[in-house]
């Protein structure tokens, strides 16, 4: 009996619990949120429904009973802690003698009291505006709208609120408010002196790889300096370039040596960097992730202070030991930008945020706006222990540029060699006069800033009115660089002693003697039989071309001087026949080479000096063009480089062919044939040098009909095995799978998270070459194309190199109402390859030399002049220190010197100048700072270290 009555009881209780089995009752707020203080404690109202209508209930949080009132609608309403750590809560219904338990629960107050190692820091809301010149509409919408829309109302709203902080990212929009907007002016000074608005240090955000060294180097002229210089009271130490996922090697040292201390990223893994140079120079790098997710995506503060908190105590959390573990102290930012997003006033929020963080008894991070100057200036402290990093992130948009606006990029390059050369002639020009008045300041800071005008922003909505734009600023910066340049040149020329008629200056803009192929008008000499002799009567190489009514003469010029020239004459005669050059209409061998011509270009390449033969053509001929499909934007949220297809896929060597040697003379000889593709025409010219070991391959397509998704490469298939590849970039060589960024960026597009490796990335934006290399042989590969591949695209992939350079892309903007960059029209390719002794270094100077033609200039009459008829105006002794410009000081009458060293090896070196000067200071980038070196005279003794880019003031 007493085992049922037990059995009875024991089924009672657990009948019982069944009966009450619980739900968590879900706690409401009210909207927006109602507080109290109460004890120094700050509570906020909330609702629940108990379910039981009409019956008491009651609440009780850590065992003490809260205030509760019942609705008629049978919700009860009640006060609870705004900030604090999780409690059990227990809610009954029922009289006291008989409770039932409605629920017993975890409560979380909505703003967690646990905030770690950010406790006593400060979250920072980084408002700014992302900025492409165009692309969300054209070049003159968009200024308009950044100026009337983004700029003053920043202004006015700074004007109101001393605690508001805003920030642009480059100095072009500053220079364009100051242009159409003077009045303003004072109102930007106040403003960054008050630390409440910032500029970006650079002049706007480039693709980095596709500028020069000068032309980088440019970017923080026409940026940093110009603030400082027509600012006075304002600086820039942080420059932007968020956009692009990309990052060039020698970037980083730019900029340190600019005077810059940061660098804002973005499409990189949120967190802090000391990003290196080769040299060792760092810049103390950030990225939020993505610009424009904190506001598209999370809108951590597009509601309420509460909100706010509790989204980024979550994110914060994450956070802790990656600051704790560096030392880094707690500041946190927010990054609010988007594309031409305009000014977000979060004051009301902040205010909130900061009345309950004090009082809440926590501690809780306060919240302000800031600048990214202002938030890395915090975290930037000697203690702070950030991840060092090094190498170059190749750009996944290297498509837009070059491929997709071949004839604008074209310009670009041709500006990158202009200018410097204007640059350096000119102030050597006042030199030999005796003072630089003359010198074209003015407009040689016009040339510059059309020659990097033009930022990321290709293409977009009207994109056909920005890309014309951008094209006409490269092309005008480059007609600068080219009429100074000449000018300068003739200018020197009449100063130099000339005792013959007919005298042929070659002026060399390179830091090393080099030979070369010169030509010159000769269309106003009668007949067809002249010669070139050298300053000691040898006739050499030379070659009268006459083209419809134009006739030039082309020669091999020796021994041109570094930063100089040498004196040849044109004389009446016939050039003798060298005997030892054999050429058939598919066959050319001379001193060099051994060639063989068949489908699509050259079979067969066997150097005579090496022993080798250079080419595999068994899939391809040396200098075959590609047509491949292409179905991606070039430009856009993808994660990797679309690669090419192989849709209506085509090469010439699948097409009938027909070799004409159409000109053989003791300089080159010259082949043709010509191709009829699917949709368009091609004509192939090949040039064999007899007198330097090099090949020029060009491509005349005069129909190219803009077809659509359509990319066309040149390649050249290498026979060898083990490769290494290397191709520059601006101040600097990549070695691939060597100085790439050794980890995954991370960092978020719409399409994903950038995973790949960056040494996997392939195609690669070159400055001047691309070279291949293993331990029998090298090739260097020669050209003005921005871009280039050493991977075969098609099916069927082979091991071996394949170098190829990427004529055209014609595809379509990312924007959704942007344009096709189909590129209809007529078009000439060029590009140039030698084979030589392993490695890079030994096709350096080829490679360079290939963007730089030697600059002849006639002097048909004899003449008095105080120069010799050869000189070496500047160099240096060591072939791998290169002198990128000499220019007149921005401050005064002194010249400006600025070397790089390409080898990676430190150096000692002689800088030989043809006049004595005065003394020697070392200066940073943008020419500050007076370090006295202690010397003076012609020959100047320096230290350079390994891939160091140094600038130098001499005095005068």
């Not at 975290?379 to 060092?388: C, G, L």
Request: glycine content about 8%; hydrophobic content about 35%.
């Amino acid at each position: 009996m007493k085992k049922l009555i037990l059995f009875t009881s024991l089924f009672i209780v657990f009948f019982t619990q069944i009966i009450w089995a619980q739900n968590e009752i879900r706690i409401n707020y009210f909207k927006p949120y109602q507080y109290q203080t109460i004890a120094g404690q700050r509570i906020v109202k909330a609702w629940f429904s108990s379910g039981v209508t009409g019956k008491d209930c009651s609440t009780f949080l850590d065992g003490k009973e809260i205030k509760t009132t019942k609705t008629d609608s049978g919700t009860v309403e009640l006060f609870l802690p705004l900030i604090g750590k999780a409690e059990e809560m227990g809610i009954y219904t029922g009289t006291k003698s008989n409770k039932k338990v409605l629920a017993k629960q975890i409560f979380i107050p909505l703003v967690s009291s646990e905030w770690g190692y950010f406790g006593e820091g400060t979250v920072h809301i980084i408002c700014s505006s992302h900025q492409d010149i165009a692309w969300m509409d054209t070049p003159d919408s968009c200024r308009t709208e950044r100026i009337h829309d983004i700029v003053i109302p920043a202004l006015n709203l700074i004007d109101k609120n001393p605690g508001f902080k805003f920030e642009m990212e480059q100095t072009l929009n500053l220079m364009e408010v100051l242009n159409e907007v003077p009045s303003e002016k004072q109102r930007i000074v106040n403003a960054f002196k008050k630390g409440q608005f910032s500029w970006g240090a650079t002049f706007n955000q480039p693709y980095e790889g596709l500028e020069s060294g000068e032309q980088l180097v440019r970017q923080t002229y026409l940026g940093r300096k110009w603030i400082k210089d027509n600012l006075p009271g304002m600086d820039a130490l942080a420059a932007y370039n968020v956009d692009v996922p990309g990052r060039s090697l020698q970037f980083p040292q730019i900029l340190e040596k600019a005077g810059i201390k940061y660098l804002f990223v973005s499409r990189m893994k949120e967190g802090f960097y000391n990003w290196f140079s080769p040299n060792g120079s760092k810049i103390l790098t950030y990225s939020p992730g993505n610009y424009g997710w904190s506001l598209l995506v999370y809108k951590y503060f597009e509601e309420d202070a509460v909100t706010a908190l509790q989204k980024l105590n979550l994110v914060m959390q994450n956070w802790n030991e990656y600051y704790a573990s560096r030392n880094i102290p707690p500041h946190y930012a927010i990054v609010i930008s988007t594309d031409a997003g305009g000014p977000k006033d979060y004051t009301n929020l902040i205010n909130e945020w900061n009345e309950i963080a004090k009082s809440s008894g926590s501690n809780i991070p306060l919240l302000q706006h800031s600048t990214a100057e202002e938030f890395l200036g915090k975290v930037d402290v000697p203690e702070a222990k950030f991840d060092s990093i090094s190498g170059e992130r190749p750009d996944l948009w290297l498509y837009i540029h070059g491929p997709a606006h071949y004839e604008a990029i074209k310009a670009k390059k041709a500006a990158a060699v202009s200018l410097p050369a204007a640059e350096t002639f000119s102030s050597i020009s006042g030199l030999v006069k005796g003072n630089l008045t003359g010198y074209p300041t003015d407009e040689l800071n016009k040339g510059w800033m059309k020659s990097i005008y033009p930022d990321h922003g290709w293409g977009g909505k009207h994109g056909e009115i920005t890309d014309s734009i951008f094209r006409a600023s490269l092309e005008e910066g480059n007609a600068v660089g080219e009429k100074i340049m000449n000018e300068s040149l003739q200018e020197l020329s009449s100063k130099v002693d000339l005792k013959n008629p007919n005298s042929i200056l070659v002026y060399n803009d390179l830091s090393w003697e080099r030979k070369g192929i010169a030509t010159i008008d000769i269309s106003n000499k009668k007949g067809e039989e002249w010669l070139v002799t050298d300053a000691k009567g040898k006739i050499i190489p030379s070659q009268v071309v006459i083209k419809g009514m134009q006739k030039t003469i082309t020669f091999e010029a020796e021994n041109i001087p570094s930063i100089g020239y040498q004196t040849f004459y044109l004389k009446k005669g016939v050039t003798p026949i060298d005997l030892t050059i054999k050429a058939g209409s598919n066959f050319c061998e001379n001193q060099f080479y051994s060639i063989e011509f068949g489908a699509g270009g050259i079979t067969k390449l066997f150097d005579k000096i090496l022993n080798k033969n250079i080419l595999n053509t068994t899939k391809f001929a040396g200098g075959d063009l590609l047509s491949l499909g292409y179905s991606g934007n070039g430009a856009g949220e993808f994660v990797q480089v679309t690669p090419t297809n192989m849709d209506d896929f085509e090469t010439l060597s699948m097409k009938k062919w027909n070799w004409t040697l159409s000109n053989n003379n003791p300089v080159f000889a010259t082949f043709e044939a010509f191709y009829q593709l699917k949709n368009f025409k091609v004509k192939q010219i090949i040039t064999i040098y007899h007198h330097e070991k090099k090949i020029d391959f060009e491509y005349d397509i005069p129909d190219w009909p803009g077809e659509h998704n359509r990319q066309l490469r040149v390649a050249f298939p290498l026979n060898m095995n083990d490769s290494k590849i290397t191709y520059d970039v601006p101040m600097g060589v990549v070695n691939i799978g060597q100085d790439e960024l050794n980890r995954s960026p991370g960092g978020w597009a719409w399409g994903g998270t950038y995973r790949q490796m960056p040494k996997e990335i392939n195609p690669r934006e070159i400055e001047n070459f691309i070279s291949a290399n293993n331990p029998a042989f090298g090739l260097t590969m020669s050209t003005n194309l921005a871009v280039a591949d050493w991977i075969d695209p098609t099916r069927e992939s082979v091991g071996y190199p394949v170098l190829q350079g990427i004529l055209l892309s014609s595809h379509k903007s990312c924007h959704g109402e942007g344009n096709w960059y189909h590129q209809k029209g007529s078009h000439h390719f060029k590009l140039s390859i030698t084979s030589h002794v392993p490695g890079w270094e030994n096709g350096y100077h080829f490679g360079v030399e290939g963007n730089h033609p030697l600059l002849p200039i006639i002097k048909e009459k004899p003449q008095k002049g105080s120069l010799p008829e050869g000189l070496s105006f500047v160099s240096v002794s060591s072939q791998f220190v290169r002198i990128t410009t000499l220019k007149k000081s921005d401050t005064d009458n002194s010249l400006i010197i600025r070397m790089v060293e390409m080898k990676g090896v430190d150096q000692k070196i002689e800088l030989k100048l043809f006049a004595p000067v005065k003394g020697l200071l070392k200066t940073n980038l943008i020419e500050e700072g007076d370090e006295d070196t202690g010397q003076k005279g012609k020959i100047l003794n320096l230290k350079i270290g390994r891939n160091s880019i140094e600038t130098y003031q001499l005095k005068l």
